[in-house]
């Protein structure tokens, strides 16, 4: 079936670091953009990273430098690494499956299940 399943949320201090996985089934995953969002506690849903079928990729600027996404085609998967997390970054994050219109990331309604992540001490 069509789904994306997300592994490597959890608990970390302040100045570490996380590595999210989302899985791809059921879609030629080559010819999506794909894109990380988070929700945190009274916040709306916000889009943090992209990145194209071509590898290109685009941060929302409080991650800038902190988040980078990849993605390996061979393995239908598309990673989140996250290092020098803040409180602030605590949310759920969500994987979504997109594409790129005049430029710009489009989310489809394709998502992951959503994934914890606290920073706290």
């Known amino acids: 079936q069509v789904q994306l399943v997300e592994s490597g949320g959890g608990l970390v201090q302040p100045g570490g670091a996380l590595r999210f996985s989302c899985a791809a089934s059921g879609i030629i995953f080559s010819i999506y953009a794909m894109g990380w969002y988070r929700q945190a506690p009274g916040k709306q849903r916000e889009l943090v990273a992209t990145i194209t079928n071509g590898g290109t990729t685009n941060y929302t600027d409080s991650v800038k430098g902190r988040f980078t996404i990849t993605r390996n085609t061979a393995k239908n998967t598309v990673y989140l690494q996250m290092n020098s997390l803040k409180p602030e970054d605590t949310a759920v994050y969500y994987c979504?499956?997109?594409?790129?219109?005049?430029?710009?990331?489009?989310?489809?309604?394709?998502w992951g299940q959503g994934t914890l992540v606290t920073v706290s001490s």
């Open positions: 979504n499956a997109g594409r790129i219109v005049a430029g710009v990331y489009k989310k489809l309604d394709l």
